[in-house]
């Protein structure tokens, strides 16, 4: 099974600055068909989680666009350009090249 | 709009069966590019997948979970389960029901609001 790691767990930050969450995959993503399916998910607090990127850097529809995706093989990354009040919750990578692994959470929060 | 919803007990006594059944609405459950999912969340801890349904029945199943798992659909009433059997406390979780979209975003583009399942006696 493929294993997901995230660095780090926690993230304070101050509003209006940037954040940055580390995924590291056990094995490669990239699929036998060429493509890389890394995704990212927010979960709010009390909230069900909801899609923010998919295949690595592709935003999905609604996500604002201080969100960006990037990465390549094992290691990826997820940048909040600056962060707002509305950006605190929880931040899964998620994997879906070999059935589907979610990393650990890495939890943002205001300072 | 698509949505999801999910519905069942919301105790369930220890070595029984836990059931859920996930509604689909605004939309039809033997879409192509659609798996039907359902993940699960202990309280204050992270997401565990625990297995996915495609329409006409192909299943795949989480390995930690695979002897507990049955995963179902009935296109008649736009419905998929989920049954675990021989449940225990460590099965207490917010059960989520998700879609993950096969064709182009290959992520859980949508999930229901999910429903929490306690074991106890």
């Known amino acids: 099974d493929i294993v997901m790691t995230q660095i780090p767990l926690s993230s304070p930050v101050t509003l209006g600055q940037p954040a940055s969450i580390s995924c590291r995959s056990s094995?490669?993503?990239?699929?036998?068909?060429?493509?890389?399916?890394l995704s990212w998910l927010q979960q709010r607090p009390g909230q069900p989680p909801r899609l923010l990127i998919y295949?690595?850097?592709k935003r999905f529809s609604g996500v604002p666009d201080r969100f960006s995706g990037s990465g390549a093989g094992t290691d990826f990354t997820l940048k909040i350009s600056r962060v707002e009040a509305e950006d605190v919750g929880v931040y899964y990578c998620?994997?879906?090249?070999?059935?589907?692994?979610f990393g650990q959470g890495t939890k943002v929060e205001i300072k | 709009q698509l949505q999801l919803q999910e519905s069942g007990p919301g105790l369930v006594k220890p070595s029984e069966t836990l059931s859920l059944t996930c509604t689909v609405s605004?939309?039809?459950?033997?879409?192509?590019?659609?798996?039907w999912v359902w993940i699960r969340q202990p309280p204050g801890k992270g997401l565990e997948w625990i297995g996915s349904?495609?329409?006409?029945?192909?299943?795949y199943y989480n390995s930690s979970l695979k002897s507990r798992v049955t995963l179902s659909v009935d296109m008649s009433k736009n419905q998929f389960s989920l049954k675990l059997s021989s449940v225990t406390a460590a099965d207490t979780s917010v059960y989520y029901c998700?879609?993950?979209?096969?064709?182009?975003?290959?992520?859980?583009?949508?999930w229901g609001q999910g429903t929490l399942v306690t074991v106890s006696p």
């Open positions: 998620m994997q879906a090249t070999q059935f589907w692994t």
């Open positions: 998700a879609k993950y979209e096969a064709g182009t975003q290959c992520a859980f583009d949508l």
């Open positions: 605004g939309g039809s459950i033997n879409s192509s590019n659609s798996y």
């Open positions: 349904i495609y329409y006409s029945g192909i299943t």
């Open positions: 094995q490669s993503l990239v699929h036998s068909d060429g493509n890389t399916y």
């Open positions: 295949n690595v850097s």
